[in-house]
């Protein structure tokens, strides 16, 4: 996806619109301070470093903040109208963990200037090496009590497990058996969801020809087709059972 500049653009002042809008403060004004003090990078950076992945584009990051963002709400008034407990957590501890969850990515991914890589691995941008390795929930959660940003226990697990069962190390919070080992909220599940229908959604605009197979030509169906001769009961006993001129069978059989 190639955004233009004025795109870029809406998309930034859209993403910091929300904060005013869902979180209370201090912490919006200290979110808004944390996001334009990198603001640099954010407008341009991408959401992962492969094609194959999603938002592999100069501004897919912030793309993919508002898309999560905007698919939680829309997943929050699902789960609610189905009769989820959804009043054991806030629409801004949602929104929070929604524009946050991917935070962990800032700074992360440089452009490649490695033309091979490029082009036969489909890697566009590479790892920024002066960051050390971190997996992207746990430095979203750093970056966020390195600013003095305060969460609260059900951000923080929706935050640490918004990959799903995706990341092996989730499972000890997804695959428990007794009820006091599960989430105690649906907020985890409501953000898994809306993460995943935002990385489905490009990819198919990103790719709608490999979605419209085109259709069996008409000389081809004809090729499939399997054409059943009716034979009179007669004809196949007589073609299937060897018998002789003067055979009783046969004669019984010139009664059929």
């Not at 993403?15 to 640099?40: C, D, G, M, V, W």
């Not at 609260?152 to 006091?180: C, Q, R, T, W």
Request: hydrophobic share 40%; aromatic share 10%; with cysteine.
């Amino acid at each position: 996806m190639t955004l233009t500049a004025e795109q870029l653009q809406e998309n930034w002042d859209k993403l910091l619109n929300f904060i005013p809008k869902y979180i209370s403060e201090p912490r919006a004004t200290q979110l808004t301070e944390l996001y334009k003090n990198n603001e640099e990078y954010l407008v341009m950076a991408p959401a992962s470093s492969k094609k194959e992945y999603h938002g592999c584009w100069p501004g897919g990051l912030v793309y993919h903040f508002i898309s999560v963002v905007e698919n939680s709400l829309a997943m929050y008034e699902l789960w609610k109208k189905q009769g989820a407990n959804v009043g054991c957590f806030s629409v801004e501890e949602l929104v929070f963990s929604a524009f946050n969850h991917d935070l962990g990515k800032l700074s992360a991914y440089l452009p490649s200037t490695d033309q091979w890589r490029k082009d036969k691995l489909g890697e566009l941008y590479t790892y920024n090496i002066e960051i050390p390795f971190a997996s992207v929930p746990d430095r979203s959660l750093f970056i966020l009590q390195e600013n003095g940003i305060k969460y609260s226990f059900n951000e923080m697990i929706a935050i640490l497990i918004h990959d799903g069962l995706y990341d092996e190390a989730n499972k000890k919070y997804l695959v428990g058996f007794l009820p006091e080992q599960k989430p105690r909220t649906c907020l985890p599940y409501i953000l898994h969801q809306a993460d995943i229908m935002a990385s489905r959604i490009e990819f198919e605009m990103e790719h709608v020809e490999l979605l419209s197979p085109t259709p069996i030509q008409q000389e081809k169906k004809e090729a499939f087709k399997l054409e059943i001769k009716k034979t009179p009961i007669k004809q196949k006993v007589l073609g299937s059972v060897p018998v002789g001129p003067n055979s009783n069978l046969m004669n019984l059989l010139k009664d059929l």
